[in-house]
């Protein structure tokens, strides 16, 4: 896959719309939250008095860590900074030297929830901001974490459902709002979300990962979310950050969970750092100068490469105009670790996903990791590593000390099996790949942990690929949910969804939206080709969540040549049938455009001792027992799945 068209694509908004920040609209919607409220009272209406416009975070949370905040304003030079409250003290504070940001770092561990004032007085006036603290979410409230257990579900917020009209042009962020723009905002939202939770379960979904809703004020086509301008605020495209916690509190009342995709990497180019940083060394370069950026990170694990190939990847600004963070720069990384905290204590998330993993050095992610699984033992990462590669894609894997230090991430996707599959499936890779990529598991601490995919809001549909049909795509929906790690599916595949590259792969979902002729979220309103690809997808789902050995059993690998491939899953496939019944299930896979026999050999296998099948998905045609091997008959493009005993 090219790496850089694709996320190219993703940023192409932001490189296209530069817009003012508007400062006023982004106060106002933080003072409509219940967080900051800032107000400034001046002595002389002629002077210079400093004013608080906006703290970064909005608020804290009883019994974290010290918060670090971020103020931004006027004439903070010469202001001495006062904080009052009970059981909080001021430790140090700093000014960046043209008085628009000044850093305040708080003690606040033992502090009980409360209402903070913070003051910035000189000789001029003074500017006086209140700050909550605020009780911490019980553990029930989520922070649960998924695994291989899960079957996450991408869904591209502003291209699913359009729950809330009032919020599809916003007063300030005007001009934006325009279905027949492939690259303009539709008025998906997150209660379009919300409303559509019973097809995601109708499906077979546990966790829901939305990408990113910072707020992109002044990018008119950043509806992807990618290019922030305030971290700490949802785009109002999307609702508001009570709407975001409604979602949260609505999937965990089902059982469900919800992933945020996090950006760490970099900032809108219309983010207000990008022409005033709060420190010199805010970001690597400067909008005038900086690395241009590449995009192929395989140097970054090579012992050999020199230190201008991993520095041009990671300290480029990202389609050369996203705006770089230096993660090296203390204050930079504490902000950016303090964010993600700040979003998964405000919505109880259960896991994070991390946006262009490579493109920040393993250090910083330590530090994000150490901090985060501490204070949430049960949050899950998974890692943004678009490299097919495995011995590039596992260097980046957590629980392994490479170059001296371990990024603690919990998983990659799954790139290499993503390439796999489509190439074995709608490509000339023979189906022999898939086990020769499956031996190089070996690589990864956590194998099972990966999350495989066969498609996401970065790559085109598979359906859009040469040679792909319905048939074929159901073989991969097959494969996804029979082998071993966490499928993730990208909302509107299971229904037949073409496109190809971006933005053509982020059509809006069928029935989300006003005026749409008919509603793919229910039975009655799908197309013939969408009710089968979409009952076969529930179907394999649902037998994956009946079965243990589907989601927690080994793999054992029998058969492989071009055109077929057999595995087992069980507890234990060292065990065999003589150790009685457990639960041991054989996948079987044709891909020919013919009819395959199968003579599986069950000696010295996760097999021995079995003798009997039992059907559990769709085997069509025979399967029987002769003398040591059993002999399976798969129709042209059939995924059959079996109990053995």
């Known amino acids: ?8 694509a993703s940023c192409l908004a932001v490189i296209l719309a530069l817009t003012v920040f508007d400062l006023q609209g982004a106060t106002q919607e933080v003072a409509a939250k219940p967080v900051v409220q800032a107000v400034s009272t001046v002595t002389d209406p002629a002077s210079q008095a400093p004013r608080i416009e906006k ?18 304003g006027e004439n903070l030079t010469a202001a001495h900074f006062q904080v009052e409250g009970k059981g909080v003290t001021l430790r140090s504070s700093q000014v960046s030297k043209n008085g628009h940001w000044a850093f305040l770092w708080l003690k606040t561990r033992d502090a ?37 257990d899960d079957v996450m579900y991408l869904i591209m917020t502003d291209r699913f459902a359009d729950g809330d009209a009032s919020n599809d042009a916003p007063v300030r962020a005007p001009g934006g709002y325009d279905r027949a723009n492939p690259r303009g905002w539709h008025g998906g939202d997150l209660r379009g979300i919300e409303q559509h939770i019973d097809y995601l379960q109708q499906l077979g979904v546990t966790t829901v990962w939305t990408t990113p809703v910072y707020d992109n004020t002044g990018s008119p086509d950043s509806y992807h979310g990618y290019g922030a301008t305030d971290m700490y605020g949802v785009d109002p495209h999307f609702g508001t950050l009570a ?27 219309g983010h207000p750092w990008a022409t005033d940083p709060p420190t010199l060394d805010w970001f690597h370069g400067t909008a005038a100068q900086h690395t241009a950026p590449k995009y192929e990170f395989r140097s970054i694990p090579d ?55 490579p493109y920040i050095r393993r250090g910083f992610w330590h530090d994000f990791h150490a901090e985060l699984h501490a204070r949430y033992p049960g949050l899950t990462t998974v890692g943004e590593v678009f490299n097919t590669d495995p011995t590039i894609t596992s260097y980046f894997a957590g629980d392994a000390v490479r170059r001296g230090v371990d990024t603690g ?58 040679g792909a049909t319905t048939a074929k795509l159901q073989l991969a929906f097959g494969l996804l949910a029979t082998l071993r790690g966490m499928p993730q599916l990208y909302s509107g595949d299971e229904i037949a969804m073409r496109g190809g590259d971006d933005p053509d792969n982020r059509h809006d979902f069928p029935g989300g939206f006003p005026g749409d002729a008919a509603s793919a979220f229910t039975a009655e309103g799908r197309t013939p080709e969408q009710a089968q690809l979409f009952d076969w997808v529930s179907g394999v789902l649902r037998m994956r969540h009946e079965h243990a050995a589907l989601r927690a059993g080994q793999q054992q690998d029998l058969f492989a040549d071009a055109t077929a491939f057999a595995f087992v899953r069980a507890a234990s ?12 299930v054989l996948v079987a896979m044709n891909k020919a455009d013919s009819p395959r026999e199968l003579r599986l050999e069950t000696r010295d296998t996760a097999l021995a001792g079995c003798s009997r099948l039992s059907v559990l998905f769709n085997a069509k045609s025979g399967a029987r027992m002769e003398g040591t091997e059993f002999v399976l008959t798969l129709d042209p493009h059939q995924l059959s799945v079996y109990e053995v005993q």
């Not at 709407?243 to 009342?253: E, F, R, T, V």
Request: glycine fraction near 8%; include cysteine.
């Open 243 to 269: 709407d975001y916690q409604h979602l949260a509190q609505a999937l965990h009342q089902r059982g469900m969970k919800l992933v945020l995709d996090t950006v760490p990497n970099h900032v809108g180019a």
């Open 55 to 72: 703290i970064d975070p909005p608020n804290w949370f009883a019994g974290l860590p010290d918060p670090m905040l971020l103020l931004r």
């Open 303 to 357: 012992p050999h490469s020199s230190p201008r190939e991993s520095r041009d990847v990671i300290e480029g600004w990202f389609a050369n105009v996203l705006p770089d963070m230096n993660q090296e720069n203390p204050l930079a990384a504490k902000y950016l670790i303090q964010n993600a905290e700040w979003w998964v204590e405000s919505a109880g998330l259960d896991g994070l996903r991390l946006d262009t993993f």
């Open 573 to 584: 496939v060292e065990a065999g049938c003589t150790a009685g019944k457990g639960d041991r």
């Open 409 to 466: 991430l919990d998983t990659p996707f799954d790139f290499p099996m993503y390439g796999t599959l489509r190439g074995v499936l709608t490509g000339d890779q023979p189906a022999t790949a898939l086990p020769d990529v499956l031996r190089q598991d070996w690589l990864y601490p956590h194998p099972d942990r990966l999350v495989t995919f066969i498609g996401n809001h970065d790559t085109s549909r598979f359906l859009s690929q040469k």
């Open 112 to 148: 009980q929830p409360q209402q903070l004032r913070i003051r910035a007085v000189s000789g001029s006036g003074a500017a006086v901001a209140t700050f909550p603290v605020m009780a911490r979410k019980p553990a029930s409230a989520g922070f649960r974490g998924f695994s291989a």
């Open 1 to 8: 896959m090219n790496l850089p068209r694709q996320h190219f």
